[in-house]
């Protein structure tokens, strides 16, 4: 009787551990299948470990497999504060990481002595004698360990039960990490389409719409919530529409991605889109679905227009220029030329593109071309030659005008040249040189030809005044005296007039030199005045000089010619005075170390030069009065050698007058300074002036 109750006893405790059992793999099934997060799951499989065995701690841990570590997820059992389980555990640490690690399970029914835990003190405190670790596998790859740490002992159906168990909870973390990473793609994906910088597309065989990015939005102005299921005809309008539709229906019956380019009319505006279409296959091969990408090129093309056209007109300039026009690569090699150049050289362009001057021209016009292009290569910039090349016969000249074409990053890839036909300006050139040489050699001959007639003349003519002023010096009637007066006047002013045409010839000639001399310039106003005194008593003028005190009183230079052109502007003043004053003023108008420059005018109060004629009369031969009927004479020639001697001394001359008010002739010039101030002779006095009335 003891036996059998035994035996009913043994029974009975082994069908409450299946009944456990099976409600536990029955629990842990439910918990994975509807648990929304693997924490949830773990929690609850650790609690139905506890509840359905009795234990007194159950922990799970999942496999960080990048770290090689196990960290704990669950713990459960009226004990799980007291036993301070490890938070991570390294593989193969303890025998938690040993089982991770060998992937074999570990039961033991005697724990005392066994490295399970750290800290094995808690054990005996509250009664646990056994153990068991089971890994969480999938396909051999361990994703996780449980332990259940138990009061009693663990063996039979209960391992059998906790093995299975293990496996449950396995596909459930595993299903979890599955779930997660999908997320994640799933994530990483759409965050890679709205991020795209072009539009994609995704829709079924038949064209419904089931997937489309932000930039897709964008393009056609319709938001993903008003185009997701619907057909192209739904969106776009008809031709655009049935343009997509025969797009996807040839990627269906080519099996292969479809390339197109269209300008399609959007909800937005006008686009045009290059777009590649291409079949997404299932697992089987069979197509489930369209994909699509598209490139807005729009402003591509907005550009491609632009440079038609402007390579239209560039065209059109190029074939209608009168000019031959060539554009050359690095190497030489002719890449664009234009009627006119193929006219020039007589050969039609697909004889003359891709070829070189060697291949064209003589070895020597071809160096000469080539070294010219290479110059324009080197210095980047644009350059004129005169080239000469041989045309059935015939020698042409050109005038090349050749500059860099440059590429994206600023560095010539080419030369455009434009050359003008020359030839006939240059045989002008020619002939205009040999008669500008043949004039020269005329005036040459002319002036050589005035200056022996006026020094022919100048020498009888002084022989004249001197007789005439010899006879004057004798006893004479009044009225000879008169008339020998009269003759010598005459001669006077016929030798000056001499004196005027032989300066004019040496100074066409280039003759005309200046000496170097010391000179004190006030002595120089000394003498002039005293020469013009009795000319300008006569006329009842009253005659001034002023000299600045800045002006140094030695200077280098040729007095000669200084007072010619001071006698000259005096002489004229005088003569074109007929009441008031002439003044004569000398001031510093700058000063160097060396070298000194002087303003000098001349100012009266005279008839006046009108506005027109002022700048003319310092041209040969020219006055302001140039009638025939002139009241007072002269060849006007005496202001033109004035105004070449100041520029021969670093000056220039001009007037400043009005009709009726006079005028002031200015004259500047300049002189170094004598070293030695003693070599000459001065006035005595700083400022000095001179009135005669």
């Known amino acids: ?64 497999p990048h770290a090689q570590v196990l960290e704990l997820q669950a713990t459960a059992g009226r004990h799980r504060i007291s036993c301070n389980p490890e938070n991570r555990i390294p593989l193969g640490h303890l025998e938690i990481g040993r089982i991770a690690k060998s992937g074999c399970p570990s039961v033991v029914n005697d724990i005392l002595g066994e490295e399970w835990v750290s800290d094995p003190a808690w054990l005996p405190r509250i009664g646990v004698t056994a153990a068991a670790g089971f890994p969480l596998a999938v396909e051999g790859r361990v994703v ?93 309008a008809a031709e655009t529409a049935r343009a997509f539709q025969l797009q996807n229906r040839a990627v269906i019956d080519s099996g292969a991605p479809v390339i197109t380019e269209e300008h399609v ?115 980047k910039t644009s350059l004129q030659f005169e080239e000469t090349a041989v045309d059935g016969g015939r020698q042409r000249t050109s005038l090349v005008v050749k500059f860099p074409l440059f590429d994206a990053v600023g560095e010539p890839y080419a030369i455009c040249g434009i050359a003008t036909d020359i030839t006939e300006r240059k045989g002008i050139e020619k002939e205009l040189r040999a008669a500008k040489e043949i004039a020269e050699a005329g005036n ?74 010391q000179f004190d310039p006030r002595r120089i106003v000394r003498e002039v005045i005293s020469t013009c005194n009795v000319s300008a008593l006569e006329r009842g003028l009253a005659l001034n000089s002023y000299v600045h005190n800045d002006v140094p009183s030695s200077l280098v230079g040729d007095p000669t010619r200084l007072r010619q052109i001071i006698l000259n502007l005096l002489s004229n003043a005088i003569k074109f005075t007929h009441e008031g004053c002439v003044d004569l003023n000398i001031s510093m108008l700058s000063s160097g170390e060396d070298q000194v420059a002087l303003d000098l005018s001349v100012t009266d109060t005279g008839i006046g030069i009108p506005t027109d004629k002022q700048t003319v009369i310092f041209q040969p031969f020219v006055q302001a009065d140039g009638s025939t009927t002139r009241r007072y004479g002269g060849t006007g020639l005496g202001l033109t050698i004035a105004a070449e001697l100041a520029e021969m001394m670093g000056g220039r001359i001009w007037v400043e007058s009005e009709v009726g008010h006079g005028s002031t002739f200015h004259f500047t010039a300049c002189f170094p300074m004598a070293e030695d101030e003693g070599c000459c002779l001065s006035c005595g006095d700083c400022d000095s002036a001179l009135k005669v009335s």
């Not at 168990?165 to 973390?173: L, N, P």
């Not at 299932?282 to 550009?303: C, F, H, M, P, Y």
């Not at 300039?317 to 050289?345: T, W």
Request: proline share 3%; glycine share 6%; aromatic share 6%.
């Open 1 to 64: 009787m003891t036996d059998e109750l035994i035996e009913q006893g043994s029974l009975e405790e082994s069908l409450i551990k299946r009944v456990r059992m099976a409600s536990l793999s029955a629990e842990t099934a439910i918990a994975v299948a509807t648990g929304n997060s693997l924490a949830e799951i773990l929690q609850s499989c650790a609690g139905s470990l506890v509840r359905n065995l009795d234990a007194a701690v159950a922990l799970i841990w999942t496999l960080d």
């Open 144 to 236: 996780g360990v449980m332990a259940v740490f138990s009061l009693s002992e663990i063996k039979g159906v209960v391992i059998k039960g906790l093995s299975a168990v293990a496996d449950t909870i396995a596909v459930g973390i595993d299903r979890k990490y599955i779930e997660k990473r999908l997320q994640e793609t799933q994530k990483l994906l759409t965050s890679f389409l709205d991020n795209a910088p072009m539009p994609v597309y995704v829709c079924s065989p038949e064209g419904r719409l089931r997937l489309v990015n932000r930039e897709w939005e964008h393009v056609v102005g319709r938001t993903r919530e008003e185009v997701i299921g619907k057909y192209p005809e739904d969106i776009f």
């Open 265 to 379: 009319e959007l909800p937005n505006g006008s686009h045009w889109l290059y777009t590649t279409t291409f079949p997404v296959r299932n697992s089987t091969g069979q197509v489930e679905a369209l994909g699509g990408i598209s490139l807005d090129i729009t402003q591509r093309k907005s550009a491609e227009e632009a440079q038609r056209v402007s390579e239209a007109r560039l065209s059109a300039l190029l074939e209608n220029s009168p000019a031959p026009i060539f554009i050359k690569d690095c190497e030489g090699r002719y890449l664009k030329v234009n009627r006119q150049f193929e006219s020039c050289y007589r050969l039609p362009a697909d004889q003359i593109l891709g070829r070189t001057d060697q291949d064209l021209f003589s070895s020597e016009q071809a160096s000469m071309f080539r070294s010219s292009d290479l110059e324009v290569f080197q210095s």
């Open 444 to 517: 040459r001959a002319k002036s050589q030809f005035l200056a022996n007639v006026s020094h022919e003349i100048r020498t009888p003519m002084n022989g004249i005044i001197g007789l005439t002023r010899l006879v004057l010096d004798t006893d004479l009637t009044s009225e000879q005296r008169e008339y020998l007066e009269m003759a010598q006047l005459a001669s006077e002013s016929l030798l000056t007039i001499i004196r005027d045409i032989l300066d004019f010839s040496k100074i066409e000639a280039g003759r005309l030199a200046l000496d170097s001399i």
